[in-house]
């Protein structure tokens, strides 16, 4: 009884997120002999020349009457527009999904006409919000602090923007949902589209998919991949695509080729383990091919969102750069940006944030106008810190957030923008005497230790008077200066596990709910750590950081400097 009211709920979710374009032009239109799919893209009954149109699979524009012919196969079951530069699709109510596609519901032998409604927008100007990993899914209190904290603070970052008449939109980077929760808790894909137009999502939400966004009822078979987001392309259509704003052109991509073997954690629905493969499939390169050869000027700035980071320092620090997609991906995928002066990737998927600049590794000159951003996750650590009531941590202990791209024509800057803290603070500064007493004396730490002996214990710091400076989205081109009664001090960055993700994540994650999982035996070291020596343990330090774009951060430290669970 329970599984069939489960899955009944869920389709009754489906059914009420699944809002596409259904907009009927009045304007003529008239299928060719060959197109199966045809129809009208106009603005205020103004037909619209030269708009992209596609399946997945081939591209044609609209003419001077604003009419596309499409000849397809309809395998993905859908059609869609590229967003020309200078126009916004239109969105239905309080649903903030743009109607840029549509579902297609007759045979391949049957023309079937899909038209499309577009408003003139000055976007010359505007703002991206970046969102990973979001994680809906009905438990951990997630709800709430979606709704409570992460969306009030958003709406007040970007009221700034809006003020100016900047418009904003949301590139969201896939995991949305939770795939092994779909059935047990209700909250499938679908769910978490209505999820944003009731929390009163503030921006139009262009979406990614990620591994959590398949169905994991599909069973493990040849087409596993394709079959497991047919969920997904019902409630947001393709899950590739692209859009011109201002005079970027944003690509969105799957980079996730979703397996499912046998085994894995039992859950109602689930058939498999889930796994899959980082990867970008042969269909979307020629598609993806065929949809830059339009972008003739090469000084557009390409942005490509997809789950996954594509190209990663290797050991988070800056030097030798690795891709995490196959040989023969990757080397497509460069081919086809080699000639753009500058390329932006922003992904999630790892839960923390990290800048790689493929300039950066002198032996890989394909990649020098790739800039790949990881970005921490709006649901910290799959809401799990902040559930317990602590604060919103990623899985590298920095605060949850999402990440402003600020764009003024083909000018780019971005920021952090954590979701319990002001834009302008950028970092936490560490007194490692008080984090070392904390240590020492807190029970639940020492319990904690004696479980998970290869984490790092600070009662044995040996050095007095340290402090750890965490700066939370340090990249290439970042400045810190300490300074101690006027005295600069000697900094220096090294990897160092976050005392914060200790006490306010991993302790209630193992001991509270009796779970001990030999992985968090493994040390999680940040590569964002900065060391201090000061002269005493009373002495106030003036931290000033200074990200790549020249903006400065600052905090006056007074020491001793409380540690606690929380954030301070």
């Known amino acids: 009884m329970k599984k069939l009211l489960t899955v009944t709920i869920l389709a009754l979710a489906t059914l009420c997120a699944t809002a596409q374009s259904t907009f009927t032009s009045t304007l003529a239109a008239k299928a060719s002999k060959e197109a199966n799919i045809y129809g009208i893209v106009e603005c205020n009954g103004q037909p619209i020349e030269g708009v992209a149109v596609s399946d997945g699979y081939t591209i044609v524009k609209t003419n001077k009457k604003g009419l596309y012919n499409l000849v397809s196969e309809k395998k993905n079951g859908y059609v869609f527009i590229t967003i020309p530069s200078g126009y916004e699709a239109l969105t239905a109510g309080n649903d903030v999904v743009p109607q840029f596609w549509a579902e297609l519901t007759a045979d391949t032998q049957t023309a079937e006409r899909h038209d499309f409604a577009l408003k003139a927008v000055d976007n010359s100007r505007h703002v991206i919000v970046a969102a990973a990993d979001i994680h809906i899914s009905n438990h951990h209190n997630d709800l709430k602090s979606f709704r409570d904290v992460f969306v009030p603070k958003l709406k007040a970052e970007i009221e700034k923007y809006r003020a100016d008449g900047i418009p904003v939109y949301t590139m969201c980077l896939g995991d949305s949902s939770h795939d092994i929760y779909w059935y047990d808790y209700m909250s499938d894909i679908g769910y978490f589209r209505k999820t944003l137009a009731d929390v009163g999502y503030p921006t139009p939400f262009f979406n990614t998919m990620g591994n959590h966004d398949n169905d994991g009822a599909t069973p493990y078979g040849e087409n596993t991949d394709f079959e497991a987001t047919a969920k997904y392309r019902k409630v947001f259509g393709p899950t590739y695509y692209s859009i011109n704003i201002g005079q970027c052109h944003y690509v ?294 200074t990200d790549s774009f020249g903006r400065e951060y600052h905090q006056t430290m007074v020491r001793p400097k409380p540690f606690s669970v929380n954030i301070e």
């Open 252 to 545: 969105m991509l799957d980079n996730i080729c979703y397996i499912n073997k046998p085994g894995g954690k039992k859950a109602t629905g689930i058939v498999g383990s889930r796994n899959y493969k980082v990867d970008l499939s042969s269909e979307q390169l020629s598609w993806l091919k065929k949809d830059l050869e339009s972008v003739t000027d090469k000084s557009t700035p390409i942005i490509i969102c997809a789950h996954s980071p594509m190209f990663q320092y290797k050991n988070g620090m800056n030097g030798t750069i690795v891709s995490r997609l196959s040989e023969e991906a990757a080397t497509e995928l460069k081919l086809l940006l080699k000639d753009f002066q500058t390329v932006h990737i922003l992904g999630g998927h790892t839960h923390r944030n990290r800048v790689t600049y493929g300039k950066s590794d002198a032996s890989q000159p394909d990649i020098a106008n790739i800039t790949d951003h990881n970005i921490v996750a709006v649901s910290g650590s799959l809401w799990y810190s902040s559930g317990f009531g602590g604060p919103m941590l990623g899985s590298l202990g920095e605060p949850a957030g999402c990440k402003i791209f600020t764009i003024d024509n083909k000018n780019i800057e971005w920021y952090f923008n954590p979701s319990q803290f002001s834009s302008q603070t950028q970092f936490r500064c560490f007194d490692m005497n008080t984090v070392r007493d904390y240590f020492k004396t807190n029970g639940e730490v020492r319990v904690f230790l004696d479980h998970f002996p290869k984490r790092t214990d600070y009662s044995t710091l040996e050095t007095d008077n340290a402090v750890m400076i965490h700066v939370w989205d340090w990249a290439d081109g970042w400045k810190i200066k300490v300074t101690e009664e006027g005295k600069e001090l000697n900094v220096v960055r090294k990897k160092a596990e976050n005392p914060q993700m200790i006490v306010g994540l991993d302790i209630p994650n193992t001991l509270w709910r009796i779970k001990f999982s030999s992985n968090n035996n493994k040390r999680k070291a940040h590569p964002h750590m900065f060391h201090v020596v000061a002269s005493s343990p009373t002495s106030t330090l003036e931290v000033t950081v």
